[in-house]
Structure formats: structure tokens, C-alpha cells
């Protein structure tokens, strides 16, 4: 997931704040961090749609892999990678191609937010605290390569990541609770946690903690963000990457991958023998890979407008199906606990109480996203509908908020700046002015909207200093890992990425995060969203769900959407193909 991804973006620890793209599918499923966002960002704008080579367009290769189906599925995204090195990636275009080329020690197995063991055979704590970690590696692993994937190449590839640290990158989901990492044989590896941490085995499925060929990647230094000559034991392996541009704008462009004949782990066998993966500048590009038939599939990378469009026109075995799936992106309004007008709780509630959800995902993104009443996506567990509970699920009538902020003693009309980025979509735009019209109802507030364009320029502008500057800007949440506490921790914790002065008691996130099995933290997460809910720092608006196109002949995407938002391209298949 992941990694981040705003259309929408995920992120862990540092900020991931912005509008989504408007498309409930996680559209491009943006950056997970706020500087990576930047990079990220950049690397889009740079993508051109793609000139068809000789050769590129083959649906059919040879498969190195006994049994596999002798066809290739051509892939089309918006989301080009930035690096294939997992000690500095945080971007979902990256993440998506780790979670097809590199292993984990643990992953998701398709449908479950339960992790399950993938490179290793065996893992669990060895202790009653939750503070040592070990894993028994699958016998005989191979990297695609032939080289034995060992404890020792699990270990270089968790150290390095922590070594490096990219500021960028995503080390704290590694380095934050792991102490060292030791082997024991060949087979064998044991992680000594700082804390007692019950989220373990989900921090070893998601894209930070994939396995590299030790071999490939110097141990402290990063590659080069073109460097393909990398080598990991997932189903897949690379066998060519093709580039636009030169010097900082240069780009891939397509990534043509082959199935790997010494994979070994939990993926169901392949229902293809490659993927051919392209890449295009935006949604409106890949839209018309689609009707070109250029591509095969295109999975979240759709704008809302054309996803209503292609399930009116959908017709059961001809033309272009539409399938959709969780998205788990949670988007809200941050709102300044420390300076400005929304120092006053009043304030804060009143937005609450306004807000009309329904309009929102209605008017604003044809039904294509889902209203959200609380931190969590509904596919977690833990989640409550605290802001149902306290706020209740319609909007307030503006006559009994104003009796509400008479009583409190606020001064008619309340001047606030509502910041957010649209990158030009339509429905994020279309939200700004819905919300602008919800709030300055009978001369409660008035509103100055500041569409900053890009996700860089708002996090430059806003978010990038000690003290909150801002009224009140959009962001959209992606977790790196199904857990509560990666909704928790990154939104409201001590050092959070939001920035708007509020945090939640340390002392019960580490408390939740202790807990095992996870159903043991329910209370503490109900106690958590229901603070959140009567403190208003952040507001829910909407979650989003994932949408995929594809022509009438291909199958099995479904099967690729769920809350882990791990892309599973090999089964993905086509009918009538052996």
C-alpha cells in the first residue's frame, strides 16, 4: 500500500495532506509523505503518454513457469514509480511494483486484513510482551536470480532500510520499534522491538520490509532512482524498464515483468506469464488506453466521471467492465487547535454539525466515495462511528447552530480560510464549493477558498513549520499497514503529520499498541475515535473504494481489491487463454 496515493494520498509520519483526485477509487492513491509527495508529484507531471514500440503491445510471450497461461496483461497507471529501492520509496506507483517483485516476510492474503507468512514459513513472538519477534524462513529460498535468499538477506535488507533513513522515505514504519535485528542460521531471524508492539507482523507485509538480494544494493547508500538491476523473490521479476525524459526529468515510461521460476510463498498460482506495465500522465490518459485497448486493465487510476460513465454504459461480456472494491482512504478536514478562530471548540462542533456528507459524496463525486463518521475505514475492525454518535449522520440546520454560537458567545460572521489542492479535478473542486456554501449558511462563516494546485505547494505553504498557520485544508489517509494504530498514531499521535496542535494521550496509543491479539484494543481504539470525535481536530467527510476497467476478456481483478491495496497482478487472467 501502501506505501501513501489525491487524489489520494497515504502516508505514515510525515504529511500526507491534500484532496484526493476525486475518484473513490483510490485515483492515484498519492503520496504517503509529505516530502515524498513532492517528489512523487513532480515525477507525475514529468510522465508522457506512451509511444507503443515493436513488441510492447505483445499480449502473448512464452512463460518460463510450468502451468502458467501463455498471456501477457498490460497494465495502464498514472502512477510511475520513483525508485525501486525500498529504502527510499514512498509512493504508491513504487509499492505497487514491490508488492509484485519483492517478498515479505509476512503478507496479506487476498480479502483478510489478517498478515499471514509469505518468504517465511513460520513467525510469532517468543516472549508474553510482545518484544521479540521471530520468523523461520521458507527451506531452500531463492532470489529470481538463484541466489539463496537467507536470515542473513532478510537482515541486510530491514538494516539497511533503518541505516539509511531516507528523510523521504518510509523508515520510521521499521525504525520505530525495531531495536536490532539478529539471525540465527541460515533460517532464522529475530527482531528485538524498543516497545511492546502487537503490530509486527503487519509492518512486515507492507512495501518497507521487502527482501532484497544483498548482492544488488549497497548496504548505506541509495540507489540511483533509474538503477534496475534489482533483484527480489516475489512472483515477478523485471525484465526491462523504458524511460522518458533526461537528467531530473527523465521517468519510466513502461516496466515489462516476467514470472519468476524460483518464487515460493503464499501468492495462488499465476493466471498470466507476465505483465506489461504503462505509463501514463493522468486519469484522462489512461481512460483512453483503455478505449484504444492500448491496455488490458486499469485499476484505481480513474476519474469519478468516467467510472459513473462506464457503469451506465456496461454490458456484460462486451466493452469495457467496470469492477470496484474498499478503498480505505479516509479523507477529512484538519482543523488548527492553536491559533486562529478554531481555537474555540465551539467553532470546531459548529463545522461538524454543518457539514453535509451526503451532498458531498452525492454532488461532488457521483456516489463514487462513501460518507465517513470516523478516523478508521470501515474494513478495520476497531472502527466506531463516533462522529454518528455525537453529531449524528444529517447536517444540522444553520438556524439551531447559530443558538449554539450565540450561546457560546461567538461574533457572527466567523472568517476562516479553507486551503486544499485540486491538481485541476473537478470534484475536488466541486467539494471545496459545497463545503464554502455549507458553512456560510445564514452568515455563520465566511470563507475564502485557496486551491494551492499541487500537494508540494500546499505542504510548503502550510504544513512544513512548528506552528500551525493554517484555518483548516483537506487531507486524505492511506495506512502502510492494516492496523488501527496506523490511522491513530500518524493522524493524532505526538508527532503527527497533520500539524494542527492536537494529540490524542500518548500514553493510551501505547497502551492499544501493546495489545494481542488486536480484538484486545477495541476499547482502547473506541476511547481514542470517541476523544477525536469530542475534541473535533479532524472531521471524516468520506471514504473512498477502489475502481478497476477492464476489457470484456479479462479476469480476476476483483480478486486484486481489498483493504491491503496490495495490486496481486498475477491473477489477473484472460478467458480463453491457456
Same mark, same amino acid.
Request: hydrophobic fraction near 35%; include cysteine; proline fraction near 6%.
Given at each position: 500500500?501502501?506505501?501513501?496515493?489525491?487524489?489520494?494520498?497515504?502516508?505514515?509520519?510525515?504529511?500526507?495532506?491534500?484532496?484526493?483526485?476525486?475518484?473513490?477509487?483510490?485515483?492515484?492513491?498519492?503520496?504517503?509523505?509529505?516530502?515524498?509527495?513532492?517528489?512523487?508529484?513532480?515525477?507525475?507531471?514529468?510522465?508522457?503518454?506512451?509511444?507503443?514500440t515493436t513488441g510492447c503491445g505483445s499480449s502473448k510471450?512464452?512463460?518460463?513457469?510450468?502451468?502458467?497461461?501463455?498471456?501477457?496483461?498490460?497494465?495502464?497507471?498514472?502512477?510511475?514509480?520513483?525508485?525501486?529501492?525500498?529504502?527510499?520509496?514512498?509512493?504508491?506507483?513504487?509499492?505497487?511494483?514491490?508488492?509484485?517483485?519483492?517478498?515479505?516476510?509476512?503478507?496479506?492474503?487476498?480479502?483478510?486484513?489478517?498478515?499471514?507468512?509469505?518468504?517465511?514459513?513460520?513467525?510469532?513472538?517468543?516472549?508474553?510482551?510482545?518484544?521479540?519477534?521471530?520468523?523461520?524462513?521458507?527451506?531452500?529460498?531463492?532470489?529470481?536470480?538463484?541466489?539463496?535468499?537467507? @536470515?542473513?538477506?532478510?537482515?541486510? =535488507?530491514? !538494516?539497511? #532500510?533503518? $541505516?539509511?533513513?531516507?528523510? &523521504?522515505?518510509?523508515?520510521?514504519? *521499521?525504525?520505530?520499534?525495531?531495536?536490532?535485528?539478529?539471525?540465527?542460521?541460515?533460517?532464522?531471524?529475530?527482531?528485538?522491538?524498543?516497545?511492546?508492539?502487537?503490530?509486527?507482523?503487519?509492518?512486515?507485509?507492507?512495501?518497507?520490509?521487502?527482501?532484497?538480494?544483498?548482492?544488488?544494493?549497497?548496504?548505506?547508500?541509495?540507489?540511483?532512482?533509474?538503477?534496475?538491476?534489482?533483484?527480489?523473490?516475489?512472483?515477478?521479476?523485471?525484465?526491462?524498464?523504458?524511460?522518458?525524459?533526461?537528467?531530473?526529468?527523465?521517468?519510466?515510461?513502461?516496466?515489462?515483468?516476467?514470472?519468476?521460476?524460483?518464487?515460493?510463498?503464499?501468492?495462488?498460482?499465476?493466471?498470466?506469464?507476465?505483465?506489461?506495465?504503462?505509463?501514463?500522465?493522468?486519469?484522462?490518459?489512461?481512460?483512453?488506453?483503455?478505449?484504444?485497448?492500448?491496455?488490458? @486493465?486499469?485499476?484505481?487510476?480513474? =476519474?469519478? !466521471?468516467? #467510472?459513473? $460513465?462506464?457503469?451506465?454504459? &456496461?454490458?456484460?461480456?462486451?466493452? *469495457?467492465?467496470?469492477?470496484?472494491?474498499?478503498?480505505?482512504?479516509?479523507?477529512?478536514?484538519?482543523?488548527?487547535?492553536?491559533?486562529?478562530?478554531?481555537?474555540?471548540?465551539?467553532?470546531?462542533?459548529?463545522?461538524?454539525?454543518?457539514?453535509?456528507?451526503?451532498?458531498?459524496?452525492?454532488?461532488?463525486?457521483?456516489?463514487?466515495?462513501?460518507?465517513?463518521?470516523?478516523?478508521?475505514?470501515?474494513?478495520?475492525?476497531?472502527?466506531?462511528?463516533?462522529?454518528?454518535?455525537?453529531?449524528?449522520?444529517?447536517?444540522?440546520?444553520?438556524?439551531?447552530?447559530?443558538?449554539?454560537?450565540?450561546?457560546?458567545?461567538?461574533?457572527?460572521?466567523?472568517?476562516?480560510?479553507?486551503?486544499?489542492?485540486?491538481?485541476?479535478?473537478?470534484?475536488?473542486?466541486?467539494?471545496?464549493?459545497?463545503?464554502?456554501?455549507?458553512?456560510?449558511?445564514?452568515?455563520?462563516?465566511?470563507?475564502?477558498?485557496? !486551491?494551492?494546485?499541487?500537494?508540494?505547494?500546499?505542504?510548503?505553504?502550510?504544513?512544513?513549520?512548528?506552528?500551525?498557520?493554517?484555518?483548516?485544508?483537506?487531507?486524505?489517509?492511506?495506512?502502510?499497514?492494516?492496523?488501527?494504530?496506523?490511522?491513530?498514531?500518524?493522524?493524532?499521535?505526538?508527532?503527527?503529520?497533520?500539524?494542527?496542535?492536537?494529540?490524542?494521550?500518548?500514553?493510551?496509543?501505547?497502551?492499544?499498541?501493546?495489545?494481542?491479539?488486536?480484538?484486545?484494543?477495541?476499547?482502547?481504539?473506541?476511547?481514542?475515535?470517541?476523544?477525536?470525535?469530542?475534541?473535533?481536530?479532524?472531521?471524516?467527510?468520506?471514504?473512498?473504494?477502489?475502481?478497476?476497467?477492464?476489457?470484456?476478456?479479462?479476469?480476476?481483478v476483483p480478486l486484486t481489491m481489498d483493504s491491503s491495496?496490495?495490486?496481486?497482478?498475477?491473477?489477473?487472467?484472460?478467458?480463453?487463454?491457456?
Amino acid at each position: 500500500m501502501g506505501g501513501c496515493h489525491i487524489t489520494i494520498f497515504a502516508s505514515l509520519w510525515t504529511p500526507c495532506a491534500g484532496v484526493p483526485q476525486g475518484v473513490a477509487a483510490q485515483p492515484t492513491r498519492e503520496i504517503r509523505n509529505t516530502m515524498s509527495a513532492v517528489k512523487r508529484l513532480a515525477a507525475l507531471s514529468c510522465v508522457g503518454l506512451i509511444a507503443t514500440t515493436t513488441g510492447c503491445g505483445s499480449s502473448k510471450q512464452g512463460s518460463s513457469v510450468a502451468g502458467a497461461p501463455n498471456v501477457v496483461i498490460k497494465v495502464g497507471s498514472a502512477n510511475a514509480y520513483s525508485t525501486l529501492d525500498p529504502a527510499q520509496a514512498y509512493d504508491i506507483g513504487a509499492w505497487d511494483l514491490y508488492y509484485n517483485i519483492y517478498q515479505g516476510l509476512m503478507t496479506y492474503p487476498p480479502g483478510s486484513n489478517t498478515p499471514a507468512e509469505d518468504a517465511a514459513q513460520k513467525c510469532g513472538y517468543t516472549d508474553t510482551t510482545d518484544e521479540t519477534y521471530k520468523c523461520v524462513l521458507r527451506p531452500n529460498m531463492k532470489f529470481s536470480n538463484g541466489d539463496p535468499l537467507n @536470515a542473513a538477506a532478510v537482515k541486510f =535488507s530491514i !538494516d539497511r #532500510v533503518i $541505516a539509511i533513513a531516507d528523510a &523521504q522515505g518510509p523508515s520510521p514504519i *521499521l525504525s520505530s520499534t525495531i531495536k536490532s535485528v539478529e539471525t540465527q542460521g541460515d533460517s532464522t531471524v529475530v527482531f528485538h522491538l524498543k516497545v511492546p508492539d502487537a503490530t509486527m507482523p503487519a509492518r512486515l507485509a507492507s512495501g518497507v520490509a521487502s527482501i532484497i538480494d544483498p548482492k544488488t544494493l549497497q548496504a548505506n547508500k541509495e540507489a540511483a532512482t533509474d538503477d534496475t538491476n534489482v533483484v527480489g523473490s516475489g512472483r515477478y521479476m523485471i525484465d526491462s524498464v523504458s524511460f522518458t525524459g533526461s537528467g531530473a526529468n527523465k521517468q519510466p515510461s513502461e516496466v515489462k515483468l516476467s514470472l519468476n521460476p524460483n518464487y515460493q510463498g503464499a501468492a495462488s498460482p499465476p493466471r498470466n506469464s507476465g505483465i506489461d506495465l504503462k505509463y501514463y500522465a493522468d486519469q484522462t490518459g489512461t481512460k483512453k488506453a483503455l478505449d484504444s485497448q492500448d491496455v488490458d @486493465a486499469v485499476i484505481a487510476d480513474l =476519474s469519478a !466521471d468516467d #467510472v459513473v $460513465a462506464m457503469q451506465q454504459n &456496461q454490458q456484460l461480456g462486451t466493452g *469495457l467492465q467496470v469492477d470496484s472494491g474498499p478503498g480505505g482512504g479516509i479523507h477529512m478536514l484538519a482543523l488548527n487547535t492553536v491559533a486562529g478562530p478554531f481555537t474555540n471548540p465551539a467553532l470546531r462542533k459548529a463545522v461538524a454539525e454543518l457539514v453535509d456528507r451526503n451532498a458531498i459524496v452525492s454532488q461532488a463525486f457521483n456516489h463514487t466515495v462513501n460518507p465517513a463518521y470516523t478516523i478508521l475505514p470501515a474494513g478495520i475492525t476497531d472502527a466506531t462511528n463516533s462522529f454518528a454518535n455525537t453529531f449524528g449522520r444529517q447536517a444540522w440546520t444553520a438556524t439551531k447552530v447559530k443558538e449554539q454560537l450565540k450561546k457560546a458567545g461567538v461574533t457572527l460572521p466567523v472568517t476562516i480560510t479553507y486551503s486544499y489542492y485540486s491538481r485541476g479535478d473537478q470534484a475536488i473542486t466541486k467539494e471545496a464549493q459545497l463545503l464554502q456554501q455549507e458553512l456560510e449558511q445564514d452568515g455563520l462563516f465566511k470563507v475564502s477558498l485557496k !486551491d494551492y494546485m499541487t500537494h508540494g505547494k500546499l505542504a510548503a505553504a502550510l504544513l512544513n513549520v512548528k506552528k500551525p498557520i493554517f484555518d483548516m485544508y483537506s487531507l486524505t489517509w492511506y495506512s502502510d499497514y492494516l492496523d488501527p494504530d496506523d490511522y491513530v498514531n500518524p493522524l493524532i499521535g505526538k508527532r503527527n503529520i497533520v500539524f494542527n496542535g492536537y494529540a490524542v494521550s500518548q500514553s493510551l496509543i501505547a497502551k492499544a499498541l501493546g495489545k494481542s491479539p488486536r480484538l484486545q484494543a477495541q476499547g482502547d481504539y473506541t476511547t481514542i475515535q470517541n476523544d477525536v470525535a469530542d475534541y473535533v481536530p479532524l472531521i471524516p467527510l468520506w471514504e473512498s473504494s477502489q475502481f478497476a476497467a477492464t476489457q470484456a476478456d479479462v479476469t480476476g481483478v476483483p480478486l486484486t481489491m481489498d483493504s491491503s491495496g496490495n495490486p496481486r497482478w498475477w491473477m489477473i487472467g484472460k478467458n480463453g487463454t491457456s
